[in-house]
């Protein structure tokens, strides 16, 4: 069986644009898509939601949580597309993380073990931070550059993107080794690595990622790796008629075609379904089941 993550990153609306939480409706509808089709997943939420949203928590008890920082915030080094998004100094990280598992821990019931970075930017500062709290795993990187470990690893403390000894291991998300330059009218350059997510299954459709998944299981053959895939979205992708599109500094991508993110997920499911032996796993179960 090939574990498949889905991960769903719980979150304000469009960071940083906007600090509604309209997306939070469409989890009950998206929970009961995945009891219909006997997935597990895991949802990274931001501990602002365990705060403000407990409610939300309520459908989300036969899936894993794992923390989105407090109020998806930078754990990384700032780049420029974050705009007004500012870095924070390694105390403030720190007590956004010990605030945020306290949080999602007092309204989910669970233990957290597990992180995503906000904007997908995480440092070596961080994850040190993440290991000493007792995190086990973090999942805030890409597959998607030759030379970079395509598997489920342990980083070096100093080079995230190395092996090396940390206890907790790193969990890539998936993303096309062999499609590096894709165009569409609504992406921005920085954004063409085919990455296995619900934004691309609304620009490309669901033929496109059914082919990044062949290349990554490819690759990850010829690399004599255990096949895994790890697929992410937002909360905020299940709003049929986002209100953010009426705002000229939202880029197009990230409401194009939110009105079919529904019935391309259902498709997708049931494609790769159809295609591979799978199982979709929470993080804890997938790392099991490949014995790491
Ligand atoms: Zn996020």
Known sequence: ????????????DVAPYFASHEGLNYIPSLTALFEREKIQATFFVT????????????????????CHGLHHELYGRKTPWLGKVHELS???????????????????HTEVKGFRAPYFQIDEAT???????????????????????FAVYHPA?????????????EIPVSCDPFADEIGHPTLPSSRRHFRLNLTFLRLFGVDACIKAMENIKTFQDFLHLPPFFVFWMHSWELHPDPPWKNDPSVPAYLYWNCDTSFSLLESFIKEIKKRWKICFLTAPGALREMRI
Do not use: N
């Not at 501990?47 to 459908?59: L, R, T």
């Not at 040190?128 to 805030?140: A, N």
């Open 157 to 169: 403390s100093d080079d995230r993107l190395a092996r090396g000894s940390m206890r907790l291991v």
């Open 47 to 66: 501990g602002e939601i365990g705060e403000k949203h407990p409610e939300v928590f309520e459908h989300l008890e036969d899936h894993e949580i794992g």
């Open 1 to 12: 069986m090939i574990p498949v993550l889905m991960t769903v990153d719980t979150e304000q």
């Open 90 to 108: 390694l105390g403030e990280r720190k007590d956004c993380l010990v605030k945020a598992t306290h949080l999602l821990e007092r309204a989910s």
């Open 127 to 149: 994850l040190t931070i993440l290991e000493e709290l007792g995190y086990g795993y973090d999942s805030s990187l890409y597959t998607y550059r030759y030379g970079w470990p």
